[in-house]
T-cell receptor, first 112, second 111 residues
């Protein structure tokens, strides 16, 4: 079956880069995502990458995909206190069809 | 464009009752998906509706059901509520399958 795993916590200082990692098991996934959730809020779609791409950059966000190792990462440059949130990795398009399969989320804490 | 809206935002029910949650997708989006978020199980897919038809279903008991109307608005219903149904219920709408946009969620508390 499908599974997505992430480390649970990451703590960085303001201005540093943050790297959040994720591994997934379903090699037939077509898209991989990063969502952000702030306290008391829904999920905000940050960025996504098609499975035949290696990298995608969007302003301060860089997504790297290693399809051979089924490893996805999200790098946030110049991390700000407003980036403190839970970040979810998700996949779609594999065995679960149109359903997003999420990891448990990584809590990013940014200190000033 | 207005985002995905969900009503009500908060709900308190007692065990054995039933509840209906509503979701209005982004204008023009025909697919609506529902997810349950709990501290223990994380985010889990409930079901997806497209053009009033259930297109995909997660691994939840039959007490969880949904429907979609001709204007793409969707409702989900949970009957015979259990304590374990306490969760944040999130709705997502999409125009293309690869982009799902989420609403703020409905926080359901079962006492």
């Amino acid at each position: 079956g499908e599974d997505v795993e992430q480390s649970l916590f990451l703590s960085v200082r303001e201005g540093d880069s943050s790297v959040i990692n994720c591994t997934y098991t379903d090699s037939s996934s077509t898209y991989l995502y990063w969502y952000k959730q702030e306290p008391g809020a829904g999920l905000q779609l940050l960025t996504y990458i098609f499975s035949n791409m290696d990298m995608k950059q969007d302003q301060r966000l860089t997504v790297l995909l290693n399809k051979k190792d089924k490893h996805l990462s999200l790098r946030i440059a110049d991390t700000q206190t407003g980036d403190s949130a839970i970040y979810f990795c998700a996949e779609i398009g594999g065995q679960a069809g149109t359903a997003l399969i999420f990891g448990k989320g990584t809590t990013l804490s940014v200190s000033s | 464009k207005a985002g995905v809206t969900q009503t009500p935002r908060y709900l308190i029910k007692t065990r054995g009752q039933q509840v209906t949650l509503s979701c209005s997708p982004i204008s023009g989006h025909r697919s609506v998906s529902w997810y349950q978020q709990t501290p223990g199980q994380g985010l889990q897919f409930l079901f997806e509706y497209f053009s009033e038809t259930q297109r995909n279903k997660g691994n939840f008991p039959g007490r969880f059901s949904g429907r979609q109307f001709s204007n793409s608005r969707s409702e989900m219903n949970v009957s015979t509520l259990e304590l374990g149904d306490s969760a944040l219920y999130l709705c997502a709408s999409s125009l293309l399958a690869n982009e799902q946009f989420f609403g703020p969620g409905t926080r359901l508390t079962v006492l």
